[in-house]
């Protein structure tokens, strides 16, 4: 926190205003799934302490999670756009109808574990960045991510073949291509609607944060987990150009300054969630953050890794091909040089 307030001194002072003459500033704030585990452990302190300690009490921000705002997540970028919401919170894969490019962040099978996968984010960040500010009117103020994004099942997954003929849940294109080229049939469903989509064997599978799965009990209706990590559900928080230019220049240094802070602590802490899920979900180990349940778990061999490396690199072509070949030089230059891959 000193190291905080120094930055915001330093920065005020460059700009001729100190913290106690920032000007009182509010915002509307919409942020991820309540029943997130890092919603309540770093999105709430962050938006109702952090960030008004650090104003002197002059900035303040109301947070609302992304159900009880009565939204679903794809429409958040048009809504920052608009001016209906200050700062919102989404995920890539939600908003990349918008935008093919937004899916160069969390390709399927690109990242492996989570250091990876914010590898690969922070590399691709200028990118982003570029973008939703020319393109589609949002100043980019941090990525996030959720935990890895698993199968949830009614009945046991015991290798990579098991997936063929079954009826899975997935969100975004490229999570639906992978599924498809496992053998899977995607179906798209809100994840409000999985639990009972479970129960009545709409659907075999579900894919979803190992902790997020957990943290909705999902474990009460499907008993199996097979631990493929597709991607991360790799996110943004962002904020209307419209909104930002309309700020004073203390106020966004600070907003900005700040936002690093609440990326940071968003990664690290879904991070540790993500390394006590498994545990959780199975019941076997340690689990300090979500409950325990009684879960069955598999994962890939070395052999079936092999393959899901192939698919992955398929994956990634098949989205080059729609995003054009500007976009495949640029992600070949930052997340594809992160990931160690070259797509043509």
Not at 192 to 200: D, I, M, N, R, S
Not at 273 to 298: S, V
Request: a neutral charge; aromatic letters at 8%; glycine letters at 10%.
């Amino acid at each position: 926190m000193k190291k905080i307030l120094s930055a915001l001194v330093m920065v005020s002072a460059s700009l001729g205003v100190s913290a106690a003459e920032l000007p009182k500033t509010h915002f509307q704030v919409v942020g991820g799934g309540s029943h997130n585990y890092t919603f309540g452990a770093v999105e709430k302190p962050f938006w109702e302490k952090t960030l008004p300690e650090a104003s002197g009490g002059r900035v303040t921000a109301d947070l609302a999670g992304l159900a009880e705002s009565g939204l679903k997540g794809p429409e958040v970028v048009r809504l920052m756009r608009s001016g209906a919401i200050d700062i919102g919170m989404g995920v890539f894969a939600y908003v990349s109808s918008d935008d093919a490019m937004f899916e160069g962040v969390d390709l399927p099978g690109m990242a492996t574990d989570i250091e990876s996968a914010r590898k690969i984010a922070q590399a691709y960040r200028p990118v982003l960045d570029k973008r939703m500010r020319e393109r589609h009117g949002i100043k980019l103020l941090a990525t996030i991510s959720y935990t890895a994004q698993v199968f949830f099942c009614r009945e046991p997954v015991k290798q990579l073949t098991d997936l063929k003929g079954r009826k899975i849940r997935t969100r975004g294109r490229n999570m639906a291509d992978y599924v498809s080229a496992l053998g899977g049939s995607p179906v798209t469903l809100p994840f409000a609607e999985v639990v009972t989509a479970l129960q009545t064997g709409v659907i075999d599978c579900a894919v979803t944060g190992i902790g997020s799965g957990n943290a909705a009990k999902w474990y009460e209706v499907a008993n199996n987990l097979y631990n493929l990590p597709i991607d991360w559900s790799v996110g943004f928080y962002g904020i209307g150009m419209k909104r930002w230019q309309k700020l004073d220049p203390a106020v966004q240094a600070l907003l900005e300054e700040q936002a690093l802070v609440l990326e940071d602590r968003l990664w690290t802490e879904t991070k540790r969630e993500n390394e006590f899920a498994l545990a959780c979900n199975t019941g076997k180990g340690d689990c300090e953050i979500h409950d325990k349940a009684n879960m069955q778990a598999a994962a890939p061999d070395a052999k079936e890794q092999e393959v899901l490396r192939g698919i992955a690199q398929n994956i990634a072509e098949q989205w080059g091909k729609r995003c054009g070949a500007d976009c495949v030089k640029e992600w070949n230059e930052t997340a594809g040089k992160a990931a160690g891959v070259s797509i043509h």
